[in-house]
């Protein structure tokens, strides 16, 4: 089954704890792609990625890292997270061609409280 | 940059239709997506335009007009399980990236 999958689905922690959020695809997209959501603001990118070894940051990289290592997997590292990156997070791919849909795939989400 | 805009909530009768809107500012444009978000869980694909006009899906439609900026989503024989929030996002044209810009989403709240 074509899927993103996305882990933990929740977690608390402390600040200033480590944490890294991983997300794996099996459809052998080339786009993957970092979201925050948070009561109205909507979906905001943190970074993304248009292939192995090629990252950018999205709208609001402050406070994470990631790393596109493998084409299928794309964590994201809180270094030492703070209760403003409370939220809940989402992970996403798509094949990045020229033609055609081109639809966002999205994982579960990953709900993320930091005390 | 790009804004998009569409209403924050909207509140309709099972049965009836109802029209979301989307209007959108973007320096370049390269297609328009829709997709429906229930709470708590990950949004899901309705439909994509990149061309002028109705596109047709069952009981929802998406329409396009890439001169005005604007875009609606339209929901008929609405059912409570539509109860969700619809999000339009717009794909730019730049620099060969394909990612898409999502609006904040406006929920929609079907009643008995």
Same mark, same amino acid.
């Given at each position: 089954?074509?899927q993103?999958?996305?882990?933990?689905?929740?977690l608390?922690?402390?600040? @200033?704890? %480590?944490?890294?959020?991983?997300?794996?695809q /099996?459809?052998?997209?080339?786009?993957m !792609?970092?979201?925050?959501?948070?009561?109205?603001?909507?979906?905001?990118?943190?970074?993304?990625?248009?292939?192995?070894?090629?990252t950018?940051?999205?709208?609001?990289?402050? @406070?994470? %890292?990631?790393?596109?290592?493998?084409?299928? /997997?794309?964590?994201?590292?809180?270094? !030492?997270?703070?209760?403003n990156?409370?939220?809940?997070?989402?992970?996403?791919?798509?094949?990045?061609?020229?033609?055609?849909?081109?639809?966002l795939?999205?994982?579960?989400?990953?709900?993320?409280?930091?005390? | 940059?790009?804004?998009?805009?569409?209403?924050t909530?909207?509140?309709?009768t099972?049965?009836?239709?109802?029209?979301?809107?989307?209007?959108y500012?973007?320096s370049?444009?390269?297609?328009?997506?829709?997709?429906q978000?229930?709470?708590?869980?990950?949004p899901?694909?309705?439909?994509?335009?990149?061309?002028?006009?109705?596109?047709?899906?069952?009981?929802?439609?998406?329409?396009?007009?890439?001169?005005?900026?604007?875009?609606?989503?339209?929901?008929?024989?609405?059912?409570?399980?539509?109860?969700?929030?619809?999000?339009?996002?717009?794909?730019?044209?730049?620099?060969?990236s394909?990612i898409?810009?999502?609006?904040?989403?406006?929920s929609?709240?079907?009643?008995?």
């Open positions: 089954e074509a993103v999958t996305q882990n933990p689905r929740y608390i922690t402390v600040t @200033g704890k %480590k944490l890294t959020v991983t997300c794996s /099996n459809m052998n997209h080339e786009y !792609s970092w979201y925050r959501q948070d009561p109205g603001l909507g979906l905001r990118q943190i970074y993304y990625s248009m292939n192995v070894e090629v950018d940051k999205g709208d609001v990289p402050e @406070g994470y %890292k990631v790393s596109r290592k493998e084409k299928r /997997n794309f964590p994201l590292i809180l270094e !030492s997270p703070s209760p990156q409370t939220s809940l997070y989402f992970c996403a791919s798509s094949l990045r061609r020229l033609a055609g849909d081109r639809e795939f999205f994982g579960e989400g990953s709900r993320l409280t930091v005390l | 940059g790009q804004n998009i805009d569409q209403p909530e909207m509140t309709a099972e049965g009836a239709i109802v029209q979301i809107n989307c209007t500012q973007t370049g444009f390269n297609g328009l997506f829709w997709y978000q229930h709470a708590g869980e990950a899901t694909f309705l439909s994509y335009n990149v061309l002028d006009g109705l596109e047709e899906k069952g009981r929802f439609s998406s329409f396009l007009s890439r001169s005005k900026g604007y875009s609606y989503l339209l929901l008929k024989e609405l059912q409570m399980k539509d109860s969700a929030s619809y999000l339009c996002a717009v794909r730019p044209l730049s620099g060969g394909y898409p810009t999502f609006g904040r989403g406006t929609l709240i079907v009643h008995p």
